[in-house]
């Protein structure tokens, strides 16, 4: 017997059409490219994004396109996604942090016909256009008064475009399984790989990121995505926010601490999200100008593990709730949240830190175990660890093209490529990625947790440990340390700090200081250059 309810197809420009309809007057604030703070509402999103749509038709664009997008977080960039997805495209997030020959390349595989870019970005384009023999149209995010020289051909103002159109379109009807977004992984090791979105996937995953255990946001949030676009979606904010009717602010070019905190400030954003990196200039600037954050109840911060340090000073000296959270790209990216369930409300201090520290737990639609090397299913108990396998209406069941099949098995398990443990509530914690662990006398060492302790000594900025091969162990822990600004410890005085708080054999064999530990494209340690850097390095217990 079948129900008898209606087929409402999830499509995502419902979810513009709802935020129009029921927060229309609701502001999307940016601070622009061109510097001064521009205003739109839900509202205008809904009638600019609608231009955007039956522009992109009259060009000649069709359903199924990819169009790419190389941009910050601002109103227009918004507009244009839901532009794109209305017209049955597919927008396709393009990180600028990658050399402009990767750009080229990941726009070359996906067959990129047209690219909104922002100003910042022209150099990257006009650099790499003659490349890209699907691109047939450039779309600068300004007005014909900002509007650089450039020798690229079929390029136009932003601004200029939309005021060619009147907004008279009907949102394509699509199947909600159609593709409406694309983002290729940053790729430590070869090839980026194609994560492709669905219509349903993105509006599934916006409302398990706006549910109380996950992200918690309502519309009487002011949001602040500082997690770019271009990585993962902005974590699911730039459906999550409309979809639930927020204020949203978006950042733009800027992410240092005293521009951050003017947008939180003035604005008052009430919650935001972005990577550890952002934070530690945020906390800096704070503490350097003795500032508050009245406004600010909660921040959400992954993409690689949040510092408990960190954690500390946000909820001790400025009162703000941290949650803690992993995913992926192929996750949209959501994956776990560390908000606190009734097993923990109890807890303070030290052992409700020790609970911050883990990546958190998992919200409806998404499914997590961990197995061994042979796939047996690992127990619940907190210290067992294993690889990561997740599954899910929003996680990825394959790459575009079919790159990586092996990490998909046939029961729709994704192998994330993370090793971590789960405790008996549920909360998980990675501790390394699997590639990236040590194994030492057939035992594994978690390079994480050696790197979170490292960095708890206060003369260290940052800390990455990598396996060096042993003659008897097969693999050993090399500590690679950035001293603080002034800061002189020594390896043995490092080491000393270490001691008592791990077990004796996760003990690094040696400590090295560097001045800089090289980043990818998405402001993770590069392990894999560190380990080429420290390729035959002579351990003293070798
Ligand atoms: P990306 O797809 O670029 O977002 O990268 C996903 C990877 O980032 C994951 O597989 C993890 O290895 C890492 N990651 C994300 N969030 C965290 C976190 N909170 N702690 C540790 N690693 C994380």
């Known amino acids: 017997m079948l129900g008898l309810m209606q087929q409402w197809p999830l499509l995502c420009h419902k979810i513009v059409d709802h935020a129009a309809r029921q927060h229309g007057h609701r502001e999307i604030v940016t601070r622009s490219i061109e510097g001064p703070i521009m205003r ?13 749509a039956q522009l992109l038709t009259r060009d000649g664009f069709k359903r199924g396109d990819r169009i790419g997008t190389l941009a910050w977080n601002t109103g227009r960039h918004l507009e244009s996604w839901y532009g794109i997805m209305g017209m049955g495209g597919v927008y396709h997030t393009l990180n600028p942090r990658l050399f ?31 490349a890209i023999q699907s691109l047939k149209k450039v779309i600068v995010f300004t007005d014909g008064a900002h509007m650089p020289e450039t020798g690229l051909s079929n390029v136009v103002a932003y601004e200029d475009w939309l005021a060619g159109a009147d907004g008279d379109f009907s949102w394509v009807e699509l199947d909600e399984n159609e593709a409406c977004g694309m983002c290729y992984t940053s790729g430590t090791t070869g090839d980026p790989k194609g994560v492709v979105y669905s219509h349903r996937s993105n509006v599934l995953h916006a409302m398990i990121a706006a549910l109380p255990d996950a992200m918690g946001v309502s519309s009487r949030d002011v949001i602040l995505p500082v997690v770019p676009m271009f990585h993962a979606n902005a974590w699911g904010l730039a459906q999550t926010a409309p979809l639930i009717g927020a204020k949203m602010v978006m950042p733009g070019a800027k992410m240092d601490g005293a521009s951050i905190y003017e947008l939180l400030d003035t604005e008052k954003v009430s919650f935001t999200a972005a990577v550890p990196t952002v934070w530690l200039m945020l906390l800096q600037y704070l503490e350097e100008t003795g500032k508050k954050l009245p406004y600010l109840n909660k921040v959400v911060i992954g993409g690689s593990a949040c510092p408990r340090a960190m954690t500390e000073k946000f909820e001790k000296n400025y009162g703000v709730e941290v949650v803690h959270a992993w995913g992926m790209t192929e996750m949209s990216p959501l994956g776990t949240l560390g908000s606190i369930k009734p097993e923990y409300v109890e807890l303070t201090g030290d052992r409700l830190f020790d609970i911050k ?27 067992t660890f294993g690889r990561l396998k997740v599954r899910g209406p929003a996680v990825a069941s394959g790459y575009y093209g079919g790159a990586g099949a092996d990490q998909f098995d046939s029961e729709d398990w994704f192998d994330t490529g993370d090793v971590a443990h789960i405790d008996p509530n549920g909360y998980m914690q990675i501790t390394d990625r699997a590639k990236d662990v040590i194994k030492s006398g057939g035992e594994w060492i978690s390079t994480i947790d050696l790197e979170n302790l490292a960095v708890g000594h206060p003369d260290v900025a940052e800390a990455a440990v990598i396996g060096i091969a042993h003659p008897k162990w097969d693999e050993r822990p090399l500590l690679v340390i950035v001293r603080k600004q002034g800061k002189e410890p020594s390896r043995e005085e490092i080491l000393q700090f270490m001691e ?12 090295v200081f560097v001045e800089e530990i090289p980043h990818t494209a998405t402001g993770k340690i590069q392990k894999t250059t560190l380990r080429e850097q420290f390729r035959g390095y002579a351990l003293p217990s070798a």
Not at 501 to 511: F, G, T
């Open 500 to 511: 008592g708080k791990i077990a004796k054999w996760w003990m690094p064999d040696d400590v």
């Open 100 to 130: 402009p020959e990767q750009i080229a390349w990941i726009m070359n595989h996906a067959e990129d016909q047209c690219l909104f870019v922002d100003l910042t970005f022209m150099p990257i384009v006009e650099a790499i256009a003659p």
């Open 40 to 52: 739109t509402t839900y509202g205008e999103l809904r009638e600019r994004s609608l231009k955007v």
């Open 357 to 383: 520290e883990k990546q958190g737990h998992s919200p409806f639609g998404v499914e997590m175990k961990i197995t061994d090397d042979e796939n047996i299913e690992l127990p619940w108990d907190g210290k």
